[in-house]
């Protein structure tokens, strides 16, 4: 390892000297103590970051430090990762070297190489290949960067400088082609042997890169549209329009990248085309509206304006600048830049810069006369001050000033000093408000300055806002009149109001709301991309002041913008990172005791990582290992980490996990089965995942939550229709249908045609595969359907269907069953003589010990309750009180005997309606109050109102005008439940259920989806 690009990565690249001096090379940088630091001569703060960074050197460079799965290939290592890549080559290097003898060709060639590599490694690029006069680099890859499309492009624009420079054999000046492209690649694999072994990249942007490397003019940098939309307005580019290119269907565009932009700050320049309006941090401008009102009578401030990337530092200080424009002040902005740590002064020489309109091509005579006009608002002293600031610009001033004269410790402080005073001449005339942004960037000489600043703005009417990132150790907190102000994440409601103001007030379907809101967890800056992202996705139609969806909503994919900075979060852990990976599999929240069976070895090292993860703000921890449970701070962090795996690597852990919870955790199993499902269908078990959304269906529908009960169903459902045609598929989808159609029954209500979907296709499959018993169920169903809506024609049918079938089967039980049917029509259809008839015949076959159980199978009451009862309600409409009282009472004696409360329930609302027409009252009132028990104690509402319904008739025959009421209300009861049943059959379950692994319903692949897309356009 490079100790000097080490140190300058940490943005200490001052101290490269006293590392040389001392040999200090990387193989003794472990050994490193702070008091060996302090005899370099370091100050606190370098000494404690580069105490810090060795030890994280420590664990990123041990392999076996990693408690990770054992990787059986190198294939594993490859990752999908966004990247951009650059193709470089030599102009005309053919006629070149057909011109130069081949030894100095070759040294021409070692001169451009070395040039590019300088300046690629510079931005931290890397070298994929040389290929003769070509070279492609990588811009994010082994660690990405928040930036990385941004350094290929300066990058790129620097190559062009440095090579056009270059002195070698060749006549003339040596010219550069540069192609910059972006995009989703597979990289990490290493192919080829030897000298020729290489990172290979699969994907379309390397292709693409080199194509536009082609179009480009000697000397220029030609930039893809992802690119493009990366860098927003950091370049000037130049539109080069649309070019058909050789590999790619459709034309692509193009531009020339052809500087740097020149902009006040970072934030303006990712910012330029619109701003979303101002949402939140009400307090923290009150208290800086506060500090500022103090500044401006002269008693400086200084505010610290933290939080981490995203969050609305930059927003927020350009923010308060806008809400004071009006009053009278100076306002003065340093930014810093991260390709700027080793440069001194780098902010405050850029302010200076643009502040006098200096343009990088001017004469040094004009320049130096904006120089003097912008110094000499301040100071009178130009005589000495020019020449200082002058050489901090590097504009030479040839005669028109005398030499500086000075040592350089000496040029240095004075040059301090009249920035300072530069400063303070400024807030002597007018109010200042000066921003010093990323201050986690500043070079060394900056820091100090601020320093002094700091003491110098304390006596006069300045307010000092300085932003910075959380790593940054400001060393001004708890000092006197410095505030600091820690912005933290968005509240919902904050969130949602961004959402609409970036969506421009249209309003976007609840769900999409849901998920962006979900996924943000209340950073703007992920609110404003995911939000544009979905906009610009054609999920979304627009219909008048709202947006709808053109389909079903699919997990939203993580922006392209966000993407660099999310995945440079993980790379900064070093393998710590396949932790997080693994983590990520398992869900947003995930426990430490599966997490350590998935792992598989060495606990300790584990330990340490989890501890790096927190450390490093990607997971909150709760409760200890081994009962810690860990969440991903930020759901796009979780998602960046599951979806850099390769999807043969996400399944591998998906099957390992769900093995896991079977083989060591069979309680989670047992109670969370939907966790073990979504894992095994991650992994394309779908047999396995199907068994287990079942079970979850199961589950559900016994603690009658029939949503989860339906959704869990139509997961399994989803699932056996991804196994091959067959008898396994056909049995699987088979069984879960039969369950699928009672829940969704009772979810939906009978009306909805759907539910007669359901058993028509299970009636299906049950015929194909000539499964007797599953086909009665499955026509049971159909004549249920038919029956209950009343079409007696069609379920008369059926139910003779049912008896034929029950007759053939020779299962007396599905014969008892058919002919309950054929009797029930027959009640519905006023056949009196058919109901008697069948009802004879089901007393005759029913066998307590035999039959009780048909009740819970089959429509919910038992067979022989409703034999004597609705047999009794015939005699009872036939004239024969007598016999029907009999029966009535023994179908409800049976109804108390069986326990079983919906038949008792059916027993009593059935004799009823038969001592209704008998005319006994007493017989009805004293049923419907057995009905108020049974129903009171069970918790059945319908039963409960038939009971009042009841109990109101028997009030209103007694002249009690109250009961009319009560039947009145419960009429009015039912029709608003018929109607949200109604609204419930047309609205899909599965949005409304959350799968419990935590990756809300993320994921998906593609076939599942469209399995998903299959069910619901046959619910419509
Ligand atoms: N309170 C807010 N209201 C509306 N938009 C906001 C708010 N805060 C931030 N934003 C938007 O979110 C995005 C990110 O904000 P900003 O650039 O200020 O973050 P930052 O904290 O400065 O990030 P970095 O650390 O990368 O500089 C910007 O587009 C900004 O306009
Ligand atoms: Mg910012």
């Known amino acids: 390892m490079d100790v000097g690009a080490w140190l300058r990565g940490l943005g200490l690249g001052q101290y490269e000297g006293a590392f040389r001096e001392n040999e200090i090379e990387s193989d003794v940088l472990p050994e490193l103590t702070e008091s060996d630091l302090e005899k370099l001569g370091l100050p606190l703060g370098p000494r ?62 070692r001169a451009y190489q070395d040039a590019c590599s300088g300046v690629i490694a510079r931005y931290d690029g890397f070298i994929a290949k040389f290929m003769g006069d070509g070279i492609l680099a990588y811009f994010g890859f ?22 056009g420079a270059l002195q070698t054999r060749a006549t003339g000046k040596l010219q550069v082609r540069i192609g910059i492209a972006t995009g989703l690649v597979v990289v990490g694999d290493l192919v080829g042997s030897g000298a020729a072994q290489e990172q290979a990249v699969v994907g379309d942007t390397p292709n693409l890169a080199a194509r536009l490397q082609a179009l480009a003019e000697p000397d220029s940098v030609v ?30 565009e193009a531009w020339i990248a052809e500087g740097v932009a020149s902009s006040e700050s970072r934030f303006e320049a990712a910012n330029a085309a619109r701003l979303t309006g101002f949402v939140g941090r009400e307090a923290e401008s009150e208290l800086l509206r506060e500090r500022q009102r103090r500044a401006w009578q002269g008693e400086g401030q200084i505010a610290l304006i933290s939080g981490e990337a995203g969050i609305g530092k930059s927003r927020f200080s350009t923010w308060l600048a806008e809400q004071i424009a009006e009053e009278p002040h100076t306002r003065l902005r340093y930014q810093c830049s991260p390709f700027h740590r080793d440069s001194a002064l780098h902010p405050f020489v850029q302010q200076l810069e643009r502040a006098a309109q200096i343009a990088p091509d001017e004469s040094s005579e004009s320049k130096l006369d904006k120089l003097e006009a912008i110094l000499r608002l301040a100071t009178a002293r130009t005589q000495e001050v020019v020449p200082l600031i002058a050489s901090l610009l590097s504009i030479p001033w040839g005669s028109r000033y005398p030499p500086l004269g000075l040592a350089p410790a000496q040029q240095r402080r004075q040059t301090l000093s009249a920035l300072l005073d530069q400063m303070e001449g400024l807030a002597r005339q007018n109010p200042v408000l000066m921003l010093f942004e990323d201050a986690h960037w500043a070079d060394a000489t900056s820091l100090e300055l601020l320093n002094l600043a700091i003491e110098r703005v304390r006596r006069l009417p300045v307010l000092l806002l300085i932003t910075f990132r959380p790593e940054f150790e400001a060393p001004w907190k708890g000092l006197p009149d410095v505030a600091t102000v820690l912005l933290g994440r968005l509240d919902h409601s904050q969130a949602e109001l961004m959402v609409e103001r970036v969506t421009g007030g249209r309003k976007l379907p609840a769900e999409v709301m849901t998920q962006i809101v979900a996924k943000t967890d209340g950073v703007p800056l992920f609110v404003e991309e995911l939000t544009k992202n979905v906009l610009e996705s054609g999920l979304l139609i627009e219909d008048g002041q709202r947006y709808r969806l053109d389909g079903p909503l699919p997990p939203l994919a993580i922006p392209s913008t966000l993407q660099d900075s999310l995945m440079a979060r993980l790379d900064r852990l070093g393998t710590v990172k396949e932790i997080a990976q693994i983590g990520a599999t398992m869900g947003r929240e995930f426990n430490y005791a599966l997490l350590n069976a998935v792992v598989g070895r060495d606990e300790a090292s584990l ?86 959304y079942e079970r979850a269906g199961d589950r559900a529908a016994a603690r009658s939550a029939y949503a989860e009960a339906v959704a869990h169903f139509e997961a399994a459902l989803a699932e056996a229709r991804q196994l091959p045609p067959g008898e396994d598929r056909n049995r699987h989808e088979l069984a879960v249908l039969l369950k699928y159609g009672p829940a969704i029954l009772i979810f939906r209500g009978v009306q909805s045609p759907e539910v007669e979907q359901v058993y028509q296709r299970a009636y299906e499959i049950a015929e194909a595969s000539h499964d007797e018993h599953k086909l009665f169920k499955a026509l049971w169903g159909l004549w249920f359907c038919a029956n ?43 056949d009196i003589a058919r109901l008697l008839a069948d009802g004879r ?25 409703c ?20 029966l009535l009472d023994r179908g409800v004696a049976l109804g108390e005997m069986l326990k079983h409360p919906t038949s008792l329930a059916f027993a009593c609302m059935n004799a009823m309606t038969a001592y209704q027409i008998i005319g006994d009252r007493n017989a009805v009132s004293r049923l419907a109050q057995r009905m108020f028990e049974v129903a009171d104690r069970f918790n059945l509402p319908p039963q409960r109102s038939i009971a009042t319904f009841m109990s109101g008739w028997t009030s209103a025959c007694g002249d009690d005008l109250a009961g009319i009421k009560i039947i009145l209300d419960l009429t009015d009861a039912l029709e608003r439940l018929q109607s949200q049943l109604r609204a419930r ?36």
């Not at 919870?661 to 989670?668: D, H, S």
């Not at 015949?841 to 309750?865: K, M, Q, W």
Request: net charge positive; hydrophobic share 40%.
């Open 48 to 109: 404690k970051r580069i105490l810090k960074a060795i030890a994280s050197l420590g664990r990123a460079d041990k392999p076996s430090g990693t408690p990770g799965l054992a990787r059986p290939s190198t294939e594993d290592a490859a990752e999908r990762r966004q990247l951009t890549v650059m193709f470089c080559d030599l102009a005309g290097s053919t006629a070149l070297s057909a011109r130069l003898d081949p030894e100095d060709m070759r040294q021409v060639i």
């Open 142 to 163: 082994p660690r990405a960067h928040e930036d990385d499309a941004e350094r290929a492009v300066r990058a790129g624009l620097e190559i062009a400088c440095v090579v």
């Open 223 to 252: 930039v893809a549209a992802a690119t493009r939309r990366l860098i927003g307005d950091r370049f000037r580019l130049r539109d080069l329009g649309r070019h058909t290119v050789k590999g790619l269907a459709e034309p692509v």
């Open 607 to 692: 330990q340490a990582a989890l501890a790096q993860l927190v450390e490093a703000e990607l997971l909150f921890p709760a409760g200890a290992p081994p009962d810690a449970r860990y969440s991903f701070k930020h759901a796009l962090v979780q998602d960046t980490a599951y979806e850099s795996l390769l999807k043969s690597r996400r399944q591998v852990l998906h099957q390992r996990i769900a093995h896991t919870i079977e083989e060591r955790f069979p309680a989670l199993a047992e109670a969370e089965p939907e966790v073990v499902a979504l894992h095994y269908s991650r992994a394309g078990l779908a047999d396995q995942a199907c068994l287990y």
């Open 788 to 830: 209950m809506n009343r079409r007696t024609g069609t379920a008369r049918d059926r139910a003779d269907q049912l008896v034929a079938l029950g007759r053939r089967s020779e299962d007396e039980a599905l014969f008892l069953e058919a002919i309950h049917c054929r009797w029930s029509t027959a009640f519905f259809r006023g």
């Open 841 to 865: 015949e089901g007393i005759r076959h029913y066998d307590l010990e035999r039959h009780s159980r048909l009740g819970a199978e089959f429509g919910g009451h038992d067979p022989g309750v």
């Open 867 to 886: 034999a004597y009862t609705v047999l009794g309600l015939g005699l009872a409409q036939f004239g024969n009180p007598r016999e029907a009282k009999d």
């Open 985 to 1020: 059959s047309q609205k899909p379950a599965a949005s409304k259920t959350k799968t419990r692994a935590g990756h809300d319903g993320q994921h998906h692949s593609s076939r599942k989806t469209k399995a998903k897309v299959n069910l619901r356009r046959k619910r419509k």
